[in-house]
């Protein structure tokens, strides 16, 4: 398997962008949205029309590919080797979609139906460089679409990780808090004003419709669950030579 660095060197710059924003093209007009609200960005942004704000992220993002490529790789502080997967999802029209986990391989040999995925927006880059990619066909089928993912993912903290340091503070800062239910960690998290509006937004639902959207939300989830389990076994197989 080669790592994340590999592919970002050897993949077609311009197509991995181009995948990156067809991919977030939702996530950059929100983003361009609320740049007129922040009060810290500088004025010349806010008056840049929308068009002019893409072709700005477009330049900063290739700026940032050509930066990775520069970075050096370096182990995990707790030695454990991430590997970066795909498996078929369903988007919003029950069509075919591409989710982009981490798994840690040691935890992969020992359980591939329960280990977990993680998060890596919090790791330094030279670790996330560092985490091998699956050689599946469905990674490899999709392998722009899952190193944009890993882009994404790498650059919550900024192109440079330049607010790193500052949300890890922030993270040992906040507390733990348990829910006894979504409905209360929604209430939390979005506020009651946000969740009833939501609600408002829905359809009222029969009982038969009701039963039909259940339904479906449990098939999706089921499916998605296998199709995740089908790729760890695959690359499972792959791990031992098999």
């Keep these: 398997m080669k790592t994340v660095k590999d592919y970002i060197c050897s993949l077609e710059a311009d ?21 007129q609200f922040d009060e810290d960005i500088d ?38 080797q991430g590997i970066i997967y795909a498996y078929s999802c369903l988007d919003d029209w029950f069509s075919g979609g591409v989710c982009t986990e981490l798994v840690h391989m040691d935890e992969l040999v020992a359980d ?24 599946n066909k469905f990674t490899q089928g999709n392998i722009y679409e899952v190193i944009a993912d890993v882009l994404w993912e790498a650059s919550w903290t900024g192109y440079r990780q330049e607010h ?4 890890l503070d922030s993270l040992e800062e906040e507390e733990y808090v ?23 937004r829905k359809p ?21 669950n296998c199709s995740m389990i089908k790729e760890r076994m695959i690359l499972l197989k792959a791990l031992r030579g098999e």
């Design 15 to 35: 197509k991995l962008v181009n995948t990156y924003f067809e991919k977030r093209c939702k996530k950059i007009w929100e983003y361009y949205r609320d740049f």
């Design 43 to 80: 004025e010349k942004y806010k008056k840049m029309s929308l068009p002019e704000f893409v072709e700005t992220q477009i330049k900063f993002l290739r700026e940032y590919v050509e930066y990775l490529k520069g970075v050096e790789i370096a182990a995990s502080e707790d030695g454990k």
């Design 164 to 167: 790193l340091q500052e949300e």
């Design 112 to 135: 591939p139906e329960k280990c977990e995925n993680y998060g890596y927006e919090f790791c330094e880059f030279s670790e996330i460089l560092g985490y091998l990619v699956a050689d």
């Design 178 to 200: 348990s829910y006894e239910s979504p409905d209360e960690m929604f209430n939390d998290l979005l506020g009651e004003d946000y969740k009833k509006e939501l609600n408002d």
């Design 204 to 224: 009222e639902e029969t009982e038969e419709s009701q039963r039909l959207l259940d339904a479906a939300i449990h098939a999706r989830c089921e499916y998605e």
